[in-house]
């Protein structure tokens, strides 16, 4: 009687001996601060933006007036409003702040002008939201929460994104205004700035067809 033999497939010590070893905590730290830490520093101010806005107008228990025509965004009264002037108002609000980014991104003067047109951004989302609490207070927050709040997401999101590139543009604008940068690293700013800023754009429009789409949806309701 013939026994039958089974080769099992044995680890290899090799493929144990080459794997890499867990990295440290700080440097893994600062690996994701490198790719990740712009963003994350204008997401905080247009977070920082919002509190602010928010807390000051709740505080002041006041509606600033004109803010329909001082914010440009979505309606923050329930008044009817067609769909085309829902996205309308909301697209323009939007790439306007995208539109001035890439302005500042073509100075030297970006640098703190970007950080600062990101947190009054937030700050305006952030009057708006305590804008429609004091007026209306449980309704204006359900409003807020139910119709504004995901485009306001996305439209931030796309400015979030823009603003890294557009830091990095204004920097080699500075840089070759001192001399340190040549020619051909100014272009490949500009070229992603461009690339990017569509990106961005594709975003707001989404943005702006899921504000409408909610109004239409829920906005109506209230």
Known sequence: MKSIVIALPQPSVNAD??????????????????????ALFFLILLISGMIVGAVRTSAA??????IDEFFASL???????TPIAVFSDSFSASF???????????????????PALVFFRGYEYGVVAGCLCVQYGFRGLAYFLSVILAGAFLASL???????FCLQCSGAMLLAAAGHAGG?????????????????????????????????????LF
């Open 75 to 81: 309606p923050v009264t329930f008044e009817k409003k």
């Open 158 to 164: 796309s400015l979030v994104y823009l603003s890294q």
């Open 61 to 66: 228990q006041a509606v600033p007036g004109k």
């Open 17 to 38: 001996a080459e794997s890499e070893p867990p990295r440290p905590m700080g440097e893994r730290i600062s690996s994701f601060l490198r790719q990740y830490g712009a």
């Open 184 to 220: 051909r690293a100014l272009r490949d700013k500009f070229r992603d700035l461009i690339m990017n800023a569509a990106y961005a754009i594709i975003l707001i429009v989404f943005a702006s067809l899921t504000d409408t789409v909610l109004y239409l949806l829920i906005g109506r």
């Open 96 to 114: 306007i702040f995208a539109a001035a980014l890439c302005f500042l991104a073509l100075t030297p003067a970006g640098l703190p002008s970007i």
